[in-house]
């Protein structure tokens, strides 16, 4: 049972987020209980969509997005996000198996996305205070400035997500994945 109100319906919104659920709507085909629980405040609603959206604009593909979400989700123990982005990363980026395990251990079998991986878990690790040769090391697997920050961003995001669910004990509406640590 959620700590926070999962609003039940789009017209049960606040009147200020309902547009904001009906895009997702539109987009995804159903609004996910995280977006029903964020919709308790319209503000921040619109920005998590705002910087979603902006991110989903960025140069990281969409493979990789996924990738950091699911190391992320991994290490804040996110049972919520974990199923999400283990859904989504089937069902939408077209990981295996496999791939999807290692990125919850924050690795890649991809030697590009492991080091992207591989610098997302240090900056959760280490809330952002990575060493030169960290970010050296993303850099040298091909990662340019502009992708670092989006990396950066991801995490943000996902962190975001993250610690909105675990406050609010968000119900699971995807196929439920378990935390290592959980399980």
């Known amino acids: ?14 009147t ?17 209980n995280l977006f029903r629980v964020i919709a308790n405040s319209p503000a921040a609603l619109e920005g998590y969509l705002s910087l979603n959206g902006a991110l ?11 990738r950091i979400a699911l ?25 295996d198996d496999a791939e999807i395990a290692a ?6 079998n991809d030697p590009k996305a492991d080091a992207a991986l591989r610098f997302a878990t240090k900056v959760v ?10 970010v050296a090391a993303v850099k040298a697997a091909g990662f340019d400035e502009a992708q670092i920050v989006e990396i950066v961003l991801h995490v ?19 196929p439920m994945v378990a935390p290592r640590d959980a399980a």
């Open 56 to 66: 989903g604009k960025g140069t990281l593909d969409a493979r990789t997005r996924e």
């Open 71 to 95: 190391a992320v989700a991994e290490l804040n123990a996110c049972g919520y996000c974990l199923s999400a982005h283990t859904y989504l990363g089937k069902n939408l980026a077209k990981l």
């Open 103 to 108: 990125n919850r251990g924050g690795t890649s």
């Open 156 to 174: 943000a995001l996902n962190t975001l997500t993250n610690y909105v669910n675990e406050v609010a004990k968000t119900s699971i509406d995807f």
């Open 1 to 14: 049972m959620s700590r926070i109100k999962t609003i039940p319906s789009i017209e049960a919104a606040p």
């Open 125 to 134: 690790r280490e809330r952002g205070h990575v060493s030169d040769a960290d």
């Open 16 to 32: 200020a987020a309902q547009p904001l659920l009906e895009g997702v709507h539109k987009q995804l085909g159903s609004v996910p």
